[in-house]
């Protein structure tokens, strides 16, 4: 069976064709740019992982939200719980950029990070 999908370790985005080749999992990977992809279509195929993305409420900052990241890639299927428990929290102003937030966070035990500087309202940081 052919699966496609979007490389997306690099910003060329390369539209993979990958397919199993055998009952012992192996692949089989088309239009790949460079093995970066055939790498990325193993890891897609068997356990999916992004950089967590978002945003979390700021108590006395000088913006109302604050970006944040995690430090290490988490599995897929873990995202939503934890933009869930990020939507639960109040961060307290001032915060620096890198800064971790939420220690040890989920199963893979990532970090939380502030993707930038943030002052409180009356302008210290
Ligand atoms: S296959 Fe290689 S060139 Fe294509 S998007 Fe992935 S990393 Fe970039």
């Known amino acids: 069976m052919n699966k496609e999908m979007v490389c997306v370790i690099c910003p060329n985005s390369c539209l993979l064709t990958v397919s199993t080749e055998n009952d012992k999992g192996q692949i089989n990977v088309k239009n790949n740019g460079c093995p970066r992809g055939i790498e990325f279509a193993a890891r897609e195929m068997t356990n999916p992982e992004r950089i967590l993305t978002s945003t979390v409420r700021m ?11 995690s430090d290490r890639p988490v599995q897929k299927a873990e995202l939503i719980n934890l933009v869930k428990q990020l939507d639960n929290l109040i961060i307290d102003a001032p915060v620096s ?23 409180s309202k009356q302008g210290e940081i």
């Open 97 to 119: 950029g890198g800064q971790v937030l939420v220690p040890s966070m989920g199963a893979n035990k990532v970090n939380i990070i502030a993707t930038r500087e943030v002052g």
């Open 59 to 69: 108590r006395n900052g000088a913006l109302p939200l604050i970006s944040v990241r």
